[in-house]
């Protein structure tokens, strides 16, 4: 079983940038797919971004692309989600998650096996 805790949230202005983090624990950190998902208030939860357990294949939703970098860090068994040049449409909870089908690039929701809580970002106009 894999523990996920998401930080790094909070309120920034449009054009800003934050810095998600995901703290994993549990099961080895290079055996499973891990993902960013994103819901607002009222809409479901969405794909934002996708990483392969080695980290040599990412995959983005075409609104984040160019803008977002998803991460990650073995030594510190933690993923990341770079935010830049940021909207208000980004604003959401943000929540990483974990798949560990051996098959990579997992986009949606049900294909993933463990969730974080979830940590707010807003973003003001």
């Known amino acids: 079983q894999v523990q996920l805790v998401e930080s790094g949230g909070g309120l920034v202005q449009a054009g800003g940038s934050l810095r998600l983090s995901c703290s994993a624990s549990?099961?080895?950190?290079?055996?499973?797919?891990m993902g960013w998902f994103r819901q607002a208030p009222g809409k479901e939860r969405e794909f934002v971004a996708t990483?392969?357990?080695?980290?040599?294949?990412?995959v983005y939703a075409d609104s984040e692309k160019g803008r977002f970098t998803i991460s990650r860090d073995y030594a510190k068994n933690t993923l990341y989600l770079q935010m830049n040049s940021l909207k208000p449409e980004d604003t959401a909870v943000y929540y990483c998650?974990?798949?560990?089908?051996?098959?990579?690039?997992?986009?949606?929701?049900?294909?993933?096996?463990?969730w974080g809580q979830g940590t707010q970002v807003t973003v003001s106009s």
């Open positions: 998650a974990a798949d560990f089908d051996p098959i990579p690039n997992s986009t949606k929701n049900y294909e993933y096996d463990t």
């Open positions: 549990g099961r080895i950190f290079g055996s499973y797919t």
């Open positions: 990483i392969s357990w080695s980290g040599g294949s990412t």
